[in-house]
């Protein structure tokens, strides 16, 4: 195979070379990647089971978790990263990852992004080599011209106190701060920087020693956030890890963690849905939140305004109050791209919008969807959350529209206007019960535990939930756990429905995600579990090893209390 050349854009400066590893799936590397061994253990993922350290990963982008960050820069720390990464176009979430451990720690790797013609050089390529801009392929060969795609972005216009936090007035992690977001600014195209009314922070999950390192680096330059900042979910419950038997390897660091974003002025939230408390923003509020779900739900269910930003990214911004005006912040950006039609459907249950969700993300792709169809039905603020948190999975995209349902939903009759017709898919059930066999991969029926909250319970999901196990008992070979908020679990007691769920045999967790979620609190000798969680039934099989059984949350609450998982998918999603 002879070689080529060819000019890219470079995210992240610096000299490279390895094995190619290619696919053109993209990939989240939290929840997907292992940060202590690199291998890849999204079971979903054509690349599952290989190794990252040392190769040249080439992807079109990244998806799903905005942890994706926080695990490259673990593998950079623990001499486990890629050599290099090679993005179809550019990537924020993991070009943040390295940008930070380059800026904090001195490391880094890396980072071009080639455009679509040249991307598809990598599908049979063996070897990459990096210098800067220039890209060699199997030894190279004929210098490709540069794409215009690809030229250098201009100058970000700061403001006085912009400057004033850049030379260091307002401390070293302001300045720190400071330097990361002008890094990121350009690489997004953005001319000047916006004010932001709060924050949501996801880099307080512990996925290793840097995290930790990063977090306690920020302490130690005194660090403050200036607008209101609460915390995402953590990695351990911070009131109950020791007497739920967690090991303190993982109990005491993730707790440090969690304490260090506290001391910098952070409310100890500690929940991944934070649009479930009193402090949610509002239609057209400029924000920066980080946590997939909760991006894709403020942008598209509240209509507030939101990068998808990256862990790191996130407390920089906080404590500036300072973030880029590009994507999402921008009225053109949160425009649908693509039409995608739903069935006809009739006597479904609440499996349907997670379900619905994960699937719409793999046809969405990096692009914006307007889901057309629901209207007629009554979709809830948990059908929402459910299909956000699933979509957020298998999409790169930071937002979707569901006609007669979401804010911001255009009509076909306003997208007739554009210069160029958007591309309409149509769902068929036939496809939703191919997502559904995906998603469902235990082999028998036996269920030994019952995840539920991923996201964190609403108030609604506890009371319904409740109403499911009322006067009943589980099954004595079933675990059944709810992680949630602390402040909805507190509403939940209060509403009486903790009492009802405690005599069913409920387990709570408050703080933590089912994504941290680990023996002992998973059973030892389990061999498959039942969610609820579209985001979970994907994540599951590579973060716990168990086969996973989807089905909606009165499926869960029967199988509970059976021990057995129905013997069939629902009749509604049959074909």
């Given amino acids: 195979m002879s070689g080529s050349r060819l000019q890219a854009k470079s995210l992240v400066h610096g000299v490279a070379q390895g094995e190619v590893l290619f696919s053109s799936v993209p990939l989240s590397l939290w929840g997907g990647v292992d940060p202590y061994t690199s291998e890849v253990i999204d079971r979903h993922h054509p690349l599952s089971g290989e190794h990252l350290a040392g190769k040249v990963l ?143 922070i996801d880099g307080c999950i512990y996925t290793g020693p840097a995290s930790l390192r990063f977090a306690r680096q920020l302490c130690e330059w005194g660090a403050r956030v200036v607008v209101p900042t609460s915390l995402n979910s953590v990695s351990v419950d911070q009131r109950r890890w020791r007497s739920q038997g967690v090991r303190s390897e993982l109990g005491e660091p993730a707790s440090a963690l969690a304490d260090a974003y506290v001391n910098m002025g952070c409310r100890p939230t500690f929940t991944c849905a934070p649009y479930l408390l009193d402090t949610a923003p509002s239609l057209g509020e400029q924000i920066v939140w980080a946590e997939s779900n909760a991006v894709v739900y403020a942008n598209s269910v509240l209509g507030a305004r939101t990068m998808k930003y990256p862990d790191y990214l996130d407390i920089c911004i906080a404590l500036t109050g300072r973030a880029p005006l590009s994507g999402c912040h921008i009225d053109k950006n949160r425009q649908a791209a693509v039409v995608i039609e739903v069935p006809q459907l009739a006597d479904f249950d609440e499996s349907l919008y997670p379900l619905l969700g994960y699937h719409v993300g793999l046809i969405a792709g990096q692009r914006i969807p307007l889901v057309m169809g629901l209207d007629g039905h009554s979709v809830t603020a948990d059908d929402l959350k459910g299909f956000g948190a699933a979509f957020a999975t298998t999409s790169a995209a930071p937002m979707f529209h569901i006609a007669g349902v979401t804010p911001e939903a255009q009509s076909l009759a306003a997208l007739e206007g554009l210069a160029r017709p958007l591309e309409v898919v149509k769902i068929r059930l036939e496809d939703l019960y191919r997502s559904w066999q995906e998603l469902n991969t235990a082999d028998d029926r036996q269920v030994d535990i019952i995840s539920l909250g991923n996201p964190h319970f609403s108030l609604d999901e506890f009371k319904r939930l409740a109403q499911l196990c009322a006067g009943q008992r589980k099954h004595p070979q079933v675990s059944i756990m709810v992680t949630s908020g602390r402040t909805v679990f507190e509403q939940a007691e209060a509403a009486g429905a903790i009492d009802v769920l405690t005599a069913f045999g409920v387990e709570f967790i408050t703080d933590t995600c089912w994504c941290m979620i680990e023996k002992p609190l998973l059973k030892p000798n389990a061999r498959s579990l039942m969610t609820n969680s579209g985001k979970y039934a994907h994540y599951g099989p590579g973060i716990s090893g168990l086969g ?28």
Wanted: charged share 15%; proline share 4%.
């Fill in 58 to 200: 080439v992807i079109p982008c990244g998806r799903g978790s905005c942890s994706g960050s926080a695990v490259i820069m673990e593998l950079l720390l623990n001499g486990k990263a890629p050599a290099a990464l090679v993005f179809a176009e550019d990537e924020e979430i993991l070009t943040l990852g390295a940008l930070v451990a380059q800026e904090i720690f001195q490391v880094s790797i890396p980072v071009v992004s080639v455009a679509e013609e040249g991307f598809g050089r990598f599908a049979n390529a063996r070897t990459v080599r990096i210098t800067g801009t220039l890209v060699e392929i199997d030894g190279g060969g004929d210098e490709q011209p540069v794409d215009a795609s690809l030229a250098a972005v201009g100058v970000v216009q700061l403001s006085a106190s912009d400057r004033a936090m850049l030379d260091g007035q307002s401390g070293k992690a302001c300045q720190v701060a400071m330097q990361i977001i002008l890094q990121m600014a350009r690489i997004q195209g953005a001319s000047e920087l916006i004010d932001v009314t709060q924050a949501h």
């Fill in 548 to 575: 996973i059984h989807y089905a909606g949350l009165a499926t869960c609450a029967e199988t509970a209390r059976t021990g057995l998982a129905p013997a069939a998918a629902p009749a509604w999603i049959r074909p």
